[in-house]
């Protein structure tokens, strides 16, 4: 069993950055891959970046590519998410979520096994 915590969300203005944090209690295994989706109101969930505990491969949506960066911390069990350059257009709830072995897509919202509460981003314009 693997809980989830996300911290780090708030209220930023167009163009500034914001860092955001998962905990992760229980065993992660090298198998695991660990995600941030993000769901704003009125939208479906949508997948933002993965990370694999194995090797640190990391996939990213085409709308943050150059701005955001997933790291690992595996002596921690964290992952962070940096967001430079934050739009508008990047306000919802961000979860942090992962997927025991995915056998799918890590871009898919089925392949995830446990997720965190999540926290909210507004970005103002």
Same mark, same amino acid.
Do not use: H
């Given at each position: 069993?693997? !809980?989830?915590?996300?911290? +780090? +969300?708030?209220? *930023?203005?167009?163009?500034? #950055?914001?860092t955001l944090s998962?905990?992760?209690? +229980?065993?992660i295994y090298s #198998?695991? *891959?660990?995600?941030?989706?993000? !769901?704003?109101? &009125?939208?479906?969930?949508?997948?933002?970046?993965?990370?694999?505990?194995? %090797?640190?491969?990391?996939?990213?949506? /085409?709308?943050?590519? +150059?701005?955001?960066?997933?790291?690992?911390?595996?002596?921690? %069990?964290?992952?962070?998410? !940096?967001? %430079? #350059?934050? /739009?508008?257009? /990047?306000?919802?709830?961000?979860?942090?979520?992962?997927?025991?072995?995915?056998? #799918?897509?890590?871009?898919?919202?089925?392949?995830?096994?446990?997720?965190?509460? &999540?926290?909210?981003?507004?970005?103002?314009?």
């Open positions: 069993q693997v !809980q989830l915590e996300e911290s +780090g +969300g708030g209220l *930023v203005q167009s163009g500034e #950055s914001l998962c905990a992760a209690s +229980g065993v #198998s695991y *891959v660990l995600a941030w989706f993000r !769901q704003a109101p &009125g939208k479906e969930r949508e997948f933002v970046v993965s990370v694999s505990w194995r %090797n640190y491969k990391r996939s990213y949506t /085409d709308s943050v590519k +150059g701005r955001f960066t997933i790291f690992r911390d595996a002596a921690e %069990n964290t992952v962070s998410l !940096q967001m %430079n #350059s934050l /739009d508008p257009e /990047d306000t919802a709830v961000y979860c942090c979520a992962a997927a025991v072995s995915p056998d #799918s897509s890590p871009a898919a919202v089925r392949a995830y096994d446990y997720w965190g509460q &999540g926290t909210q981003i507004t970005v103002s314009s």
